[in-house]
């Protein structure tokens, strides 16, 4: 039997193969490094690397939830969201990623901070049209809302997609994310059939922290496409709809195993939803505060999942067919995809 080290795919195959990313968080990519810039700018006393270091560190969901919040505290000018959003795409493109569909917490700023989100869209917007230049990326924007901060708030940061994506076409949707425990999906359905008609693509984080009900509930208000859907191999119809519809999965292997969301490698059912025919992604959720990226969770599938060479580029394939994209800049990406030996 070959051991992880005799399975490892070649890493200038890995990053010539072309990806999308298509779950992650703006604010988890904030490495360490960076959130000490962050707090030199703001911070009476600046953080050292070690306690930068220790906010990455939590026991379980919740923890991860707090941790997220200490981040985005320092996160207050154009120029700090310039500053990531640059870094990050730095980052994906060195990977081979050749588009993100990004979520911002956009329900954060709202919501805890009480300021105006369009100035700090500014600051992204310049970073995202920098690195679209230098490096070939392109960027979709999520707006992310907070589900238990309650459907009022959502509605602020939904309407907040509508009226800026009048002005920037690359705002493409909406979605919730925060703690399911405490909200459903089902309070958001006339949301999600008003920003649908406004135009925006509907995502939703589901089954991560719940049983299989929280997928049908998102389902049933309309997501495309579900963020996580762990608890979907506890419902053999579930898995028998996601099939048949081939609705996208945005599968985070590593963010599922540090929150404690799922309990041991072994145990997590990508390969399973995989050879189950449903439609898998791969992405990194909060690279940053998972100590991983996309290059990561490919490597990690050959490795320790199973996944040969081929089924890497047929989750490439995946992840540029569930993206977001004009149907023509699919159909060339696909052929790139194909095209690498």
Known sequence: MMTPAQREVPAYW????PK???HLHLEGTISPETLIELSQRYDEEPLTLAQAQSLYRYPDFSGFLMAF???????RAPEDYELITYRMLERLAAQGVVHAEVYVAVGVVHYWK?????????????ARKRAEEQFGISLYWIFDAVRHFGPEEAARVFEKAAELRKRSSSIVGIGIGGDERRTGAEPFRDLYLKARDAGLRLTAHAGETVGPEGIWAALNIGAERIGHALSAQHDAELVEVLAERQVPLEICISSNLRTGCCVAPEEHPVRRYFDSGLMVTLNSDDPAMFESDLENEYRRAYTEYGFTAEHLRELAANSIEASFLPAERKVSLLRQ????K
């Open 14 to 17: 890995l990053r010539s193969l």
């Open 114 to 126: 009480r300021v105006d989100f369009e100035p700090l869209f500014l600051g992204m917007e310049a």
């Open 69 to 75: 919040k200490a981040v985005t505290e320092r996160l």
């Open 20 to 22: 999308a990313e298509l």
């Open 337 to 340: 995809i194909d095209a690498l």
